[in-house]
């Protein structure tokens, strides 16, 4: 059983910044590296799920256009987390951000479509106020 949880997020003006960190943990697995997948993406009300970044086992990291020179995807494989910092954060950024895992095994993709991961955390908001 794979778990996600996320943390980090909050409410900021236009502007400023936020880090969101994905704790992962899998039932009976000891190995502190995370050998899965692991992206976030985010969720604004009426509007689909989007990623907006990945990265892989082997540490490729994929961006959505949207983030792309703003957004930071990292990994401390010491402490099973993934962070994504978040920097010049605009009110189109507001949403709820979830983390995710593929399963074992699954390579991730620059399309950064949801149905490619099996595992989702419960979510974390970031609202940006202009």
């Known amino acids: 059983q794979v778990r996600l949880v996320e943390s980090g997020g909050g409410s900021v003006q236009a502007g400023g910044s936020l880090r969101l960190s994905c704790e992962v943990s899998?039932?009976?697995?000891?190995?502190?590296?995370?050998?899965?997948?692991v992206g976030w993406f985010r969720q604004a009300p009426d509007k689909e799920r989007e990623g907006i970044a990945t990265?892989?086992?082997?540490?490729?990291?994929y961006y959505a256009d949207s983030v792309k020179g703003r957004f930071t995807l990292s990994r401390d494989n010491a402490k099973r987390t993934v962070i994504l910092q978040m920097h010049d954060l605009q009110p189109e950024d507001t949403a709820t951000y979830y983390c995710?895992?593929?399963?074992?095994?699954?390579?991730?993709?620059?399309?950064?479509?949801?149905?490619?991961?099996?595992?989702w955390g419960q979510g974390t908001q970031v609202t940006v106020s202009s």
């Open positions: 990265i892989s086992v082997t540490g490729t990291i």
């Open positions: 899998i039932s009976g697995y000891f190995d502190p590296r995370i050998t899965r997948g």
């Open positions: 995710a895992a593929t399963r074992s095994g699954a390579v991730v993709s620059p399309n950064l479509l949801p149905a490619e991961y099996r595992y």
